[in-house]
């Protein structure tokens, strides 16, 4: 049912709703979800004259009730969570597919499994990526939160926001040596926007439709 589910102009509509909510949760400390008002108020109760200056520092800035409560335990744990029980049981309906007996006239019904389970696997590796990527941030701002006390190095949450960034580094390459689709979409891309080398397969088989 995959073809008649997902055609173009659906996966449009996923990917456009994807990126307007990842706007709207990313910038959502724009829109005054932040510690200034708290700077302010502290600088107020401090009595200070000086000038009111910002420590450009991720947690000085970041309201850690906003990375904890809406960015973690909305957006980021539960569908990590859910995608994992969906991947067992993605992993669980394909290895018993490949434990059945079946006979020869079903057009190699182990192949099909065999490569369902590889992309399975794939994407399990990106899910897997993702969680090594973002979860040593988020685990240190619920220490932040949760234990104001407790002082973690500035170097340990510089190495958790390097990771964070690159885990969208890292998903094309993995899509890349492990999906031949990917791999071949992205040499194709490479090629004619960044190479400006067109596709000659693609070049012949138009021609050949025109001229029929």
């Known amino acids: 049912r995959y073809k008649s589910m997902v055609t173009p102009r659906r996966a449009a509509v996923a990917i456009a709703c994807c990126w307007i909510v990842s706007f709207l949760v990313g910038l959502t400390p724009m829109f005054g979800w932040n510690n200034l008002n708290k700077m302010r108020r502290t600088q107020e109760l401090n009595s200070s004259h000086t000038e009111f200056v910002i420590t450009c520092q991720f947690e000085t800035v970041i309201s850690m009730e906003y990375m904890v409560y809406f960015n973690f335990f909305v957006w980021v744990l539960p569908p990590l969570l859910l995608m994992l029980l969906i991947y ?125």
Not at 156 to 182: C, D, E, Q
């Open 88 to 212: 067992l049981e993605v992993f669980n309906l394909i290895r018993k597919q490949l434990n059945k007996k079946v006979c020869s006239s079903s057009n190699d019904p182990q192949k099909y499994y065999g490569k369902e389970l590889k992309i399975a696997k794939s994407l399990a590796l990106v899910l897997f990526l993702f969680a090594l990527s973002w979860l040593p941030l988020h685990v240190l701002n619920c220490i932040t939160l949760f234990c104001p006390s407790c002082q973690t190095p500035h170097i340990l949450t510089y190495i958790a926001i390097f990771l964070t960034h690159g885990n969208s580094a890292m998903n094309p390459i993995v899509y890349a040596f492990r999906i031949k689709k990917f791999r071949t979409a992205f040499l194709q891309i490479w090629n004619q926007y960044f190479c400006c080398k067109t596709n000659k397969n693609a070049t012949s088989t138009t021609t050949a439709e025109t001229g029929n």
